[in-house]
């Protein structure tokens, strides 16, 4: 039973236009979600976050889109750059575990060509 | 500040026979994580330790899965004996505080992963 899905497993955009990659989620108790970003022969590295208080959180060209009601957040990458392109990981977690682990969805591999 | 470490980078064994794999998390994280990723699917949580303590251990697929963390220190997860589904790439990840708030989740720093192979 995945809880976090990322339906699109590839992307490909051209340098200088918006990436959009999606995620849906199913477990009404997640409350904060992530973005990690991963290249090949490297471990996810943290991108960007939002809490279930807000709808928006931008930090640079990386903003990330809740929809609550539709249990569905995005990110959004503009412009987009070559050096974007690596996997990209939607993660969740719930305020009921205290522990903070993180439940990740498949990834999205953003091919971004100059 | 050295990152999260992992050891080996790449393991290639028979099944049924044994391997463990090693991670060092940040100096200073309580909080330590091991997820795994078979086969290009999610990353999926295996298990959490604080400090030495094992604070939520839900993801471990089996009890051919042993996780320890000595001293609260670095941890190993040794698996015995290996089975071919056992594939995949192991990843540490380890944090400060290992909150989760309304306000966000403590940030989890993710070290290069092991990348078993089981023939």
């Known amino acids: 039973d995945q809880q976090v899905k990322q339906n699109s497993p590839s992307l490909s955009v051209q340098e200088g236009r918006i990436s959009i990659l999606n995620c849906d989620y199913t477990?009404?108790?997640?409350?904060?979600f992530l973005w990690y970003k991963k290249y090949p022969a490297e471990g996810p590295t943290f991108l960007i976050s939002i809490s279930s208080i807000k709808d928006k959180n931008e930090d640079g060209r990386f903003t990330v889109f809740l929809n609550k009601s539709a249990k569905h957040l995005s990110l959004h990458i503009v412009p987009s750059q070559p050096g974007d392109s690596a996997v990209y990981f939607c993660?969740?977690?719930?305020?009921?575990?205290?522990?903070?682990?993180?439940?990740f969805g498949q990834g999205t591999e953003l091919s971004v060509k100059p | 500040e050295a990152g999260v470490t992992q050891f080996p980078s790449h393991s290639v064994i028979e099944k049924g026979q044994t391997v463990t794999l090693r991670c060092d998390p940040i100096?200073?994280?309580?909080?330590l994580y091991w997820y795994r990723r078979v086969m290009g699917k999610e990353i999926k949580f295996l298990l959490h330790f604080v400090k030495e303590s094992k604070q939520d251990e839900s993801g471990m697929p089996n009890n051919r899965f042993l996780a320890e963390r000595t001293g609260g220190t670095y941890s190993t997860l040794k698996v015995q004996p290996a089975e071919l589904e056992d594939s995949g790439v192991y990843f540490c990840?380890?944090?400060?505080?290992?909150?989760?708030?309304?306000?966000?989740?403590?940030?989890?720093?993710f070290g290069p992963g092991t990348r078993l192979t089981v023939l």
């Open positions: 477990n009404s108790m997640f409350d904060y």
């Open positions: 993660a969740a977690s719930a305020i009921d575990n205290q522990g903070g682990k993180l439940i």
């Open positions: 990840a380890s944090s400060q505080w290992g909150l989760a708030t309304i306000s966000g989740t403590d940030t989890q720093y």
């Open positions: 100096s200073g994280h309580d909080n």
